[in-house]
């Protein structure tokens, strides 16, 4: 079975690679942004009046909520 060499990439074909490159890059900024956009408008979620932290040490533990 025969293998064909790798031939070097031509201009052209790197030129592509790099503008298809450029337009992701675009595209992930510009997504980055409308997600960080929309995260900062949505309402924070509620907070609890109280935090409560409960630790056990092998026992049963019963809390009333």
Known sequence: M???AARKA????R???WLVGL???VMAF???K???RS???AEPAEKPEELMTRISRG???DVDL
């Open 34 to 36: 409308v997600v960080m």
């Open 23 to 25: 337009g992701f890059a």
């Open 15 to 17: 030129f592509e690679r």
């Open 39 to 41: 995260l900062r408008k």
């Open 59 to 61: 026992g049963e533990v």
């Open 2 to 4: 025969s293998t064909r």
């Open 30 to 32: 510009v997504l980055e």
């Open 10 to 13: 031509t201009g052209f074909r």
